[in-house]
């Protein structure tokens, strides 16, 4: 079980940086981003020789990943503070696993 965020017109966002147990554990860690948001940084890292990505963090632990790399680093950055914008308001959405 795991979590993305989704913008409004579906593109991924952002992903949980593990796997949870069960859907109330995975709700859990959505509701604690949402709670704890002000106390998240972001951090630019390499992705590859000319690619960057992003993580959100608390303390050392990240806590978000970036759903995909960017060519330029202010990209990846524009990007992730997006996402942090974004996660208060976010929707939780239970999925039916018949579907």
Not at 27 to 33: D, G, N, P, Q, S
Request: glycine share 2%.
């Amino acid at each position: 079980m795991s979590w993305r965020l989704l913008a409004t017109n579906n593109r991924d966002l952002a992903r949980a940086p593990i796997a949870y147990a069960d859907p109330d554990s995975c709700r859990t860690a959505v509701r604690w981003l949402q709670l704890n948001v002000a106390d998240l940084r972001i951090t630019i890292v390499r992705a590859g020789p000319s690619s960057w990505s992003w993580r959100i963090l608390a303390g050392d632990v990240v806590v978000a990943l970036s759903s995909r790399d960017y060519q330029r680093r202010i990209q990846a950055d524009q990007a992730a503070t997006i996402a942090l914008d974004l996660i208060p308001a976010a929707e939780l959405v239970d999925l039916d696993p018949r579907r």
